[in-house]
């Protein structure tokens, strides 16, 4: 392949013999190998007598490749950074299947260990298919394993971006009574989290003893690195009015994505009403 095109004087390959042949076009090399003979046919490259069949003579058929015509494993990719957004260098990964079922014998691996290289880049090839958790430990730091599962599907690259988030959200909390029997009270407040986002936030109240009095429907933070909410609910005022007031935590637990949880409160107190 690397000489066919070459000039040769004296080629003792000629028909016939001893003929100096020039340079020639690539289709020239072609057509010796399928017809054996020049694109106009006058130049026989081949003797007839001692090689009657041209090295290409009939088509070659692709061979079937059954990893792609019939696969039965997949694949994984994915990035990992900081909560900076920084790439993470020579970090140990984890990728393990969460399916808790025996398949049986499988095709593929259903675990196996990587490091990310200086993009941050990590990537498991030949997986079972199913459900994997990525578990990543930089440089000195402990194990952090991404919140979310990827599907491995057989011919396919899943991928799966993981940003190592190990911050709390930060949450305040306000709240503004008003005195009827039953106070509508406004509760607010906000949830931020830049590194993995918010996953849901948890109003609860208690009383002064420290009992639950009243625990709100959790809201979902789907993942959104800032979020701000308003509910109003009704707390129970003094039946006296000698009494000094109802006292009433209100407090808020926020989880990100990563499983990191914070909780905050804030302390009312609500008085009587007269009537």
């Known amino acids: 392949m690397a000489t066919s095109n070459t000039a040769v004087a004296g080629n003792p390959n000629s028909i016939p013999a001893g003929q100096s042949t020039p340079r020639r076009p690539f289709a020239e090399f072609a057509s010796g190998l399928v017809i054996g003979k020049s694109v106009d046919g006058t130049v026989l490259y081949e003797d007839p007598a001692s090689n009657p069949i041209p090295v290409f003579a009939a088509p070659a058929i692709v061979p079937e490749l059954p990893w792609?015509?019939?696969?039965?494993?997949g694949h994984l990719l994915g990035g990992v950074t900081d909560a900076a957004g920084q790439l993470v260098d020579s970090a140990e990964v984890t990728i393990a299947t969460t399916d808790s079922d025996d398949p049986g014998p499988v095709a593929g691996r259903t675990s196996l260990s990587t490091h990310t290289d200086g993009s941050g880049a990590y990537g498991g090839v030949d997986l079972a298919p199913g459900s994997y958790q990525v578990t990543v430990t930089p440089l000195g730091q402990a194990p952090h394993t991404a919140p979310d599962t990827v599907q491995v599907t057989p011919g396919q690259v899943a991928r799966l971006d993981i940003k190592v988030d190990r911050d709390s959200p930060t949450v305040t909390v306000r709240a503004q009574p008003s005195w009827p029997l039953l106070a509508p009270v406004t509760l607010a407040g906000t949830v931020e989290d830049p590194g993995s986002g918010i996953a849901s936030v948890v109003?609860?109240?208690?009383?002064?003893?420290?009992e639950l009095r009243l625990s709100l429907e959790p809201i979902d933070g789907q993942g959104a690195p800032s979020i701000s909410w308003t509910r109003t609910i009704l707390l129970e005022t003094p039946s006296q009015p000698s009494l000094a007031g109802q006292t009433y935590t209100l407090e808020a637990t926020a989880t990100d994505r990563a499983g990191n949880t914070h909780t905050t409160g804030v302390t009312i107190t609500v008085a009587h009403q007269p009537p």
């Not at 792609?68 to 494993?73: A, R």
């Not at 109003?203 to 420290?210: A, W």
Request: proline share 7%; no cysteine.
């Open 203 to 210: 109003l609860r109240v208690l009383d002064s003893h420290g």
């Open 68 to 73: 792609k015509t019939n696969p039965q494993v």
